[in-house]
Structures are given as structure tokens and as C-alpha cells.
């Protein structure tokens, strides 16, 4: 059975920094395309970045130079480096994991996680 458990979120005032963290069992990250989703109220999840079983890494644009994805093998986890982390990077924020290459779409992604909230404040 597949497990993706997020951590790390919290209140944070504009202009600092978080890290999430993504605990998996039943799979192993460095098998699959590990991505970070984040979905805002009433809105659909929006995708955030991801890294591929071969180690590319890809970034929305809206994160790009301030989120930075990675994963520790021996660990068996995902991370989210968040930084200059500004008021509309609040959401809930979700690991997600796929087969295969990356992709931007959620529906492509076949496991995931409870979601963790992250709330910047101006």
C-alpha cells in the first residue's frame, strides 16, 4: 500500500522561507516522478514542480529562482524548498507521484498525499 505523508507547513511571513518534506512507503521516489502540487480555494491543483526517476527537474514558472525540488534516497523522500515565499503562494500543497516522465497534470499522477497548508501572511 502507497503512503505520500506531507510535512513542514505552516504560518510564515512574506519574504521567508519553509521546507516541505514528503515521507513515501510502498514506493520508492528515486522509481518515479515525484511532483509538488498546490491548490488554492476553490480552484483545481496547480502544478509546482517535479523531479523524473533520472533526476530532471522542472519548476512552474511562477516559482522559478524561489522553489527547489528534491529527494534523499536513503530517507525515501520528496522536499519543497520554498523561499521568498510571497502571500499568494498560499495554498494547500500536495506530493504526488507517477510512472514515467513529468507532467504538469494532475490527473496523470496516480498517488497522493493529504496535503499540507502553508500560509504566507503579508
Known amino acids: 500500500q502507497v503512503q505520500l505523508v506531507e510535512s513542514g507547513g505552516g504560518l510564515v511571513q512574506a519574504g521567508g522561507s519553509l521546507r516541505l518534506s514528503c515521507t513515501a512507503s510502498?514506493?520508492?521516489?528515486?522509481?518515479?516522478?515525484m511532483a509538488w502540487f498546490r491548490q488554492f480555494p476553490g480552484n483545481e491543483r496547480e502544478f509546482v514542480a517535479a523531479?523524473?526517476?533520472?533526476?530532471?527537474?522542472v519548476v512552474a514558472d511562477s516559482v522559478e529562482g524561489r522553489f527547489i525540488i528534491s529527494r534523499d534516497s536513503a530517507k525515501n523522500a520528496l522536499y519543497l524548498q520554498m523561499n521568498s515565499l510571497k502571500p499568494e503562494d498560499t495554498a494547500v500543497y500536495y506530493c504526488?507521484?507517477?510512472?514515467?516522465?513529468?507532467?504538469?497534470?494532475?490527473?496523470?499522477?496516480?498517488?497522493w498525499g493529504q496535503g499540507t497548508q502553508v500560509t504566507v501572511s503579508s
Open positions: 523531479i523524473t526517476w533520472i533526476g530532471n527537474r
Open positions: 504526488a507521484a507517477r510512472r514515467g516522465t513529468y507532467s504538469m497534470t494532475q490527473n496523470e499522477y496516480i498517488y
Open positions: 510502498g514506493l520508492t521516489v528515486n522509481d518515479y516522478t
